[in-house]
């Protein structure tokens, strides 16, 4: 079992930057492929980000690239978002979630074994 928890949410500015971090417990964190989605007030969970095990490689959705960035420190056992350029269309909670390998070609909801509970990032316009 890996138990995933998030943080670092809350309101900002439309413009603003936030980091968002999920740390882990459990089972050795390393080999799994990590992800971020977002899921806003009606809509469904969406995919945002990926990292693969190493870290070397990334993937994102259209709507965040060039202003998101997914990164991951194994020896501290968390990944992290870092959003830049925040739009009030970026409120959403936020979810990390853990895959058993894979690929970061392939995150997608159904996919993922672990999940947080989230984290609630509000933007302001």
């Known amino acids: 079992q890996v138990q995933l928890v998030e943080s670092g949410g809350g309101l900002v500015q439309a413009g603003g930057s936030l980091r968002v971090s999920c740390a882990a417990t459990?089972?050795?964190?390393?080999?799994?492929?990590m992800g971020w989605f977002r899921q806003a007030p009606g809509k469904e969970r969406e995919f945002v980000a990926a990292?693969?095990?190493?870290?070397?490689?990334?993937n994102y959705a259209d709507s965040v690239k060039g202003r998101f960035t997914i990164s991951r420190d194994n020896a501290k056992n968390t990944v992290y978002l870092q959003m830049n350029s925040l739009k009030p269309e970026d409120t959403a909670v936020y979810y990390c979630?853990?895959?058993?390998?894979?690929?970061?070609?392939?995150?997608?909801?159904?996919?993922?074994?672990?999940w947080g509970k989230g984290t609630l990032v509000t933007v302001s316009s």
């Open positions: 459990g089972r050795t964190f390393s080999p799994y492929t």
């Open positions: 979630a853990a895959r058993n390998g894979g690929s970061i070609w392939s995150v997608v909801v159904d996919d993922m074994d672990y």
């Open positions: 990292i693969s095990w190493s870290g070397g490689s990334t």
